[in-house]
């Protein structure tokens, strides 16, 4: 899990591995390991999540801490434009020390835009969401996992 600081990247894995959500900010110190055994069709993915404490970008992030990730999770806030403008930076700095890695873009906090503040986050050019997500309502959470461990296994 990848992200700014305080785009809810613990709140979304507490969501999916303990289905629970707080409203209760706590910063991640260096990194966080959760485990999730995932059911495809073809095969039960053993997950192991390492919520990485947030930075202003990717460039500030110590890398040994995702080095050899076989796929990363990275998130925005819908809510926090900050946290989206440098994406497409973001996600070049993961492609080049992560080469062979997937990526699932998620843009989460949905629940706190409106319909209409949704629809024009859409059409705005740089943000490549793959799932829509809220760790308070639980909504795409799963999905969103689901498609990294089908990924995964390819």
Known sequence: MLGNFGVGKTSLVQQFVHQRFSEKYLTT???????KVVSTTSAEVSMI?????????????NHNYYLGAHGVIYV???????TYEQILIDLA????????????????KADLL??????QLNTFENLHCDFLTSARTGQNVEAMFEKMAFMLIG
Not at 97 to 108: A, H, R
């Open 93 to 108: 700095i993961i492609r080049e020390q992560l080469p062979m890695s997937k990526i699932v873009v998620v843009g989460n």
């Open 49 to 61: 999540i390492w919520d990485i404490a947030g930075e202003i970008s990717m460039q500030q992030k």
């Open 29 to 35: 110190l260096g990194v966080k390991i959760d485990k």
């Open 76 to 82: 925005v806030d819908l809510s926090r434009p900050s």
């Open 114 to 119: 409106s319909d209409t503040q949704l629809q």
